[in-house]
């Protein structure tokens, strides 16, 4: 079965850094383009960070210049850098990505089962 298996949340102070990891599974042909949204309580789930297939990113403007985005094909995992974090940055964080399956080799959209970021000020 492919799907997206997130890892790396957790709590941490303010300040702090995390890396959050979203890998596929299961008989993967390749991983296309990969983003990371989160949802805070109460809140719409906003997009966090994206990457295309030939490695353009794009940040949501809260996140600029503290959050990083990576994707490694290779290893069809994407990984999320989130340096000198926030209070406001507490959010269940999800990663979205085309994957393409080995049966069909059409590229799919999967989502990550979320990870809780907790940042205590």
């Known amino acids: 079965q492919v799907r997206l298996v997130e890892t790396g949340g957790g709590l941490v102070q303010a300040g702090g850094s995390l890396q959050l990891s979203c890998s596929a599974s299961g008989s993967v042909l390749r991983l296309g383009a990969m983003g990371w949204y989160r949802q805070a309580p109460g809140k719409q789930r906003e997009l966090v960070a994206q990457a295309t297939s030939m490695g353009a990113t794009n940040y949501g403007d809260s996140v600029k210049g503290r959050f990083t985005i990576s994707v490694d094909n290779v290893e069809k995992t994407g990984f999320l850098q989130m340096n000198d974090l926030k209070p406001e940055d507490t959010a269940v964080y999800y990663c979205?990505?085309?994957?393409?399956?080995?049966?069909?080799?059409?590229?799919?959209?999967?989502w990550g089962q979320g990870t809780q970021v907790t940042v205590s000020s």
């Open positions: 979205n990505a085309f994957l393409a399956p080995l049966d069909t080799g059409i590229p799919t959209n999967y």
